[in-house]
Each structure stands twice: as C-alpha cells, then as structure tokens.
C-alpha cells in the first residue's frame, strides 16, 4: 500500500480484495460477489468494454468474468490509498499472469490500472465500483481515433 498506514479494517478489506481477485484469476467469484455492495448504485467499468450499474448487472458481470479466466495469479502494486470515514478508495496496478484463458491457447498476461472504491455499509467495507483498464504506455490520442465524416 502506499507510505501512509492505513486502518486495519482497511487493510484487511483490501487483502480480501486481493484473494478474491486471484480467486476470479481462476474462474471463482464467489468471494468478489461476497464483497461487492449489493445495492443500486453500485457500478463497474471493466478493461473489456461495456459498464454496469445496479448489484444484478454487476452480478452478472462477475459471472461472464468466471467463464473467462481458468488458472492464473494476480499481483498488486499500490500507486495511493485514501481512506475517509466512510469511503476509502485505492489506485493499483494490477498484473495477472494466467496459465489458461477461454480462446487462449497458450498462457499470457497483461497489467491493468485499477481504482477500486469502496464504502462503509453495516459497519462493512463493499466495494462499491472497480474500473479497471488495460495499462499502456502514454499515446497521443490523435494516433487511435478516426475522423468523424
């Protein structure tokens, strides 16, 4: 995590968060859904495309997740951690190395950057979003769109 400490309640959260995402590395996620906010407004941006907001899309989403991912691991590097009373978020990068994929034939990897935030609900931190995307290196944003005719 970053230089400042941070609560325990916070650490552990986070810890669970990490377990539960080398669970998600192998097609489990259980432990994600677990600890995920099961309210309305929770949302999800995830590095392959499309958003969700509401606990049943999200839901749903960690589903399609597990159907993808079928043996890896997942590391973090913390970039900032800011916890307030009620809320704290943490920015990562986050790298799974994965033995098995659905349409892949060989193992891979990739590094994304991570916000995950999440809220105290009950007396319990639930995340309440994850966006999470592709790291790359720094492109000038001309070089990938397309002229609109």
Same mark, same amino acid.
């Given at each position: =995590?970053? %230089? +400042?400490?941070?609560?325990?309640?916070? $650490?552990?959260?986070?810890?669970?968060? #990490? *377990? !539960? =995402?080398? %669970? +998600?590395?192998?097609?489990?996620?259980? $432990?994600?859904?677990?600890?995920?906010? #099961? *309210? !309305?407004?929770?949302?999800?941006f995830y590095g392959?495309?499309?958003?969700?907001?509401?606990?049943?899309?999200?839901?749903?989403?960690w589903d399609w997740?597990?159907?993808?991912?079928?043996?890896?691991?997942?590391?973090?590097?913390?970039?900032?951690?800011?916890?307030?009373?009620?809320?704290?978020?943490?920015?990562?990068?986050?790298?799974?190395?994965?033995?098995?994929?659905?349409?892949?034939?060989?193992?891979?990897?990739?590094?994304?950057?991570?916000?995950?935030?999440?809220?105290?609900?009950?007396?319990?931190?639930?995340?309440?979003?994850?966006?999470?995307?592709?790291?790359?290196?720094?492109?000038?944003?001309?070089?990938?769109?397309?002229?609109?005719?």
């Amino acid at each position: =995590m970053s %230089d +400042v400490p941070v609560p325990a309640a916070v $650490a552990a959260t986070v810890a669970r968060l #990490h *377990t !539960a =995402m080398t %669970d +998600v590395a192998n097609g489990d996620v259980r $432990a994600i859904k677990a600890l995920y906010s #099961h *309210t !309305a407004d929770a949302t999800s941006f995830y590095g392959w495309g499309g958003w969700e907001k509401g606990w049943d899309d999200v839901s749903r989403r960690w589903d399609w997740a597990a159907e993808q991912f079928r043996g890896g691991t997942v590391a973090y590097r913390n970039v900032t951690t800011v916890v307030t009373p009620t809320l704290f978020y943490t920015t990562d990068i986050e790298t799974f190395t994965m033995r098995s994929m659905d349409g892949m034939s060989a193992p891979t990897g990739w590094s994304n950057r991570v916000t995950h935030i999440f809220r105290l609900e009950n007396d319990e931190w639930r995340l309440l979003h994850r966006h999470g995307n592709r790291l790359e290196d720094q492109y000038k944003p001309a070089t990938r769109l397309q002229p609109k005719e």
